[in-house]
């Protein structure tokens, strides 16, 4: 994002290490985990060229169709399956068996969706935002009396998207286990088959297809709320780093113009009293620099501004250009999920309304285990609405705060001279980013609570439609 002129400029986001800015922070993949679930689904590319020697390359792309198009000829078959139960069943007047497969047309539908999205429409997109985040991220802040680094954001970032993948693999692999808990000869998934899929051998390679089909689906339902969630944890913290840099804007100038230690003791006094304001930070934890190391900031060789003015120009066009790289890479994710959201708020609202009817009529007659795995089908679509409206939520209320960080620094001390520069960029970072569902809404906390009506408004329905129909004999 920085032009050529900018990279000659002096590093102010050297890494501190113990107190200290010797030591750069590694960058590390931020995407490893979700990127193997990603091949796992074929919801990405598999690197397979690299095992091949170059005049066997072709073999590398057979593979990987090979491998997609019998992940969607399994998704695809069962989605039919369950189409053709609901046509066949649609005159016997047992609401609860349509539902229950409208529910399963619902998720298998999703699924082959994200798939082709992911791997069909929007590859590159998804390949250049790893990329941008993974070479371009900044690690910490700039020097300044205070610093934050982007460990803590990565860390739940990886922790969040980890233990949601984990929990939809448990929700849709428990039904696997439902016949086999039983102890008879049905299926995972009920639905019709034009064979009789009880006869050795055919029914385990229709088990094994049905396996197939749930892993799939959990790893296409984790991939797409993990991915949007885990980029937009990274950039809340892009977001932490760039407010402490203009937190701290004064005193890189000072140290970009190598003021001696009595005036940064000066400076910092009158900086401390920001430092207790609660909630300055999403999720950074702040850490004091050690004033013995402020002098290792800078190589000797590097020109010493001539004024304060050029020393604060200095200081405030990093800021400035971290904090097009972070709208930019915002940018980016809405193009991405803008539509995918708004697809996606029409499955959450249709699965929650049917699990919650099945979930609700069901006696006790029922098998325990089913309602178990339905629960967890609830609780799943619940959550992974809320995260992504959490986290619109999150950026919203981030990226709006930009403004208030600058005012933290002692700005008063050199108004005279800084006043054009700062007030001009209070004004562009007064205009919130805002992720939205297909251009039509904004995603926060009052969508969930849109979703949550909806889908409850659809289950009235439901039931009164259940409460009319005559019992079937």
Known sequence: MSSNEEKQKPDISATVHDGCSTCRMQRRDMFRCIRWHLWFSAMYRLPLERYFPARLRFLAVTLDWTYELFLYSTLLHIDILFICTIYLNQDKGDLELIVNCMIQTVIYTWAI?????????????????????????????AAGFTYVTFKESVDLSNMWTTVFLICCYAGVTFWLFVPIFNQDRSLPLACWYPIDYKVPVVYEFIYFLQTVGQLQIAAAFGCTSAFYVLIAVIFSGQFDILNCSLKNILATTYI??????????????EQSIADYELNQYYIAKEYRTDFDCIPHFFEKETPKPENFYEGFKIALRPCIAHHRYVLYGLKMLEDLYSNLSFLKYLEVTLLVCLVAFVWVKSTAANSFLRLLSLSQYLLLALWEMFMICYMGEIIFLCSKRCDE?????????HSGEIKQDTLFFILNAQRPFRLTGGKMYNLNLKMFRTILTTSFSILTILQNMDLRQPQPK
């Open 113 to 141: 969706v994200a798939k082709v999205f992911f791997k069909r429409i929007q590859p590159k997109r998804v390949k250049e935002l790893m990329r941008y985040l993974n070479e371009e991220c900044r690690t910490r802040s």
């Open 256 to 269: 970009i113009l190598r003021k001696p230690k009595s005036e940064l003791i000066l400076l910092r006094e």
């Open 405 to 413: 960080a600058l005012q933290r620094s002692p700005w008063h001390l």
